[in-house]
């Protein structure tokens, strides 16, 4: 039997006790059967709020930390799974933006909590009733392309493969990612990576795609941003050497850049980008929005006035002031979608 059954059990015994009774004759008994009757009422109101605290609680939201979706050398992928007090049944994985870089040592805060950005994200998200998946990947300096892009890929596969535990529908997921994080979830959406049927994993026979994406400042041209004074110094830590523009940077960073993957299968794309970054160019989204629209993707680019490269449109904790419009385009973008989109 649930608490709150329990709690409903009392209460009904409560009001039958009082309202059932009959006043007795003579006016001391009726003045004690009225005062009983007052506090009875003042027990049953303690009673009502007790219950809806009670309602309350088991209603809020939880994380369940550190859940293993890989192993790699012997060392343990995570992700933390945040549940929405009111699920909605759908899914969404949420990249990080890191540099595609994380601190080495003992001690060191995961991806899937780095600057804060999932406590800033992540709540509109779960008041909208999606379940989130943060997630830790390899990254630089320790590991190159392709270990990041294989371990997002791993953490989709490894969400649609337990979809039921997590109670999400494994058809319809969704990605959000910031900055590297970004550009990590929408080059997996391209790729659109089928299932390994021959694998002796099974989770790997799932494949690695996603129904709909919501980019912040993500990269879509590692070959352009590469060769950005500020851009290349991550994009070369990231691919393990500098771009120079020749044919083997072209072919190789290419490879990297969501851009060269943009077909008629893309999932919906929601672009956010500040024009003022002087990180990842503003430019790297208007060219992205171009290609998605040549391949008549559902796209839409939306500008954040002055914006900087931050996880808040500024370059210090002060939100942007068009941060709140852009969390609603996100929760609008992802119901507008992820509902109507068949799986691929």
């Known amino acids: 039997m649930k608490k709150t059954d329990l709690h409903q059990g009392t209460l009904n015994m409560l009001v039958l006790k009082v309202f059932n009774r009959e006043p007795s004759h003579g006016s001391g008994i009726c003045q004690r059967f009225q005062q009983s009757l007052a506090m009875s009422r003042r027990l049953i109101a303690v009673v009502l709020v007790f219950i809806a605290c009670a309602g309350d609680a088991a209603a809020q939201s939880r994380v369940e930390t550190n859940v293993v979706y890989g192993m790699y050398s012997g060392l343990a992928l995570l992700l933390d799974v945040h549940y929405p007090a009111a699920p909605n049944g759908y899914g969404v994985v949420f990249v990080a933006g890191s540099g595609w870089r994380a601190p080495l ?46 371990d997002v890929q791993r953490a989709v596969r490894f969400v649609r493969h337990n979809a039921r535990r997590f109670g999400v529908d494994g058809t319809m997921l969704g990605g959000v990612g910031g900055l590297s994080g970004g550009h ?45 004074p500020i851009g290349g110094v991550a994009v070369g830590s990231f691919m393990g050497r500098a771009f120079k523009g020749t044919t083997d940077d072209d072919r190789d960073f290419g490879a990297a850049s969501p851009i060269a993957h943009v077909s008629s299968s893309s999932p919906p794309t929601l672009l956010l980008h500040g024009d003022a970054d002087d990180t990842v160019p503003y430019q790297q989204s208007l060219e992205m929005e171009r290609a998605l629209r040549r391949a008549s993707v559902p796209v839409k680019l939306v500008r954040v006035a002055g914006g900087a490269h931050g996880a808040t449109f500024t370059m210090d904790t002060t939100p942007h002031a068009q941060l709140p419009a852009v969390l609603d385009e996100m929760i609008g973008w992802l119901g507008r979608y992820m509902k109507t989109v068949r799986a691929k």
């Open 105 to 150: 040592g003992y001690g060191a805060t995961g991806l899937k909590e780095a600057e804060g950005q999932i406590s800033l994200w992540g709540p509109p998200l779960l008041r909208a009733g999606y379940t989130v998946f943060a997630i830790n990947h390899r990254a630089a300096p320790r590991f190159q392309y392709p270990a990041a892009l294989e």
């Open 184 to 228: 990590l979830v929408v080059l997996v959406a391209t790729l659109g990576a089928p299932g390994k049927t021959d694998d002796p994993d099974p989770v790997n026979r799932e494949p690695a795609t996603l129904q709909a994406v919501v980019l912040r400042a993500a990269p879509s041209d590692m070959r352009l941003l590469g060769a950005t």
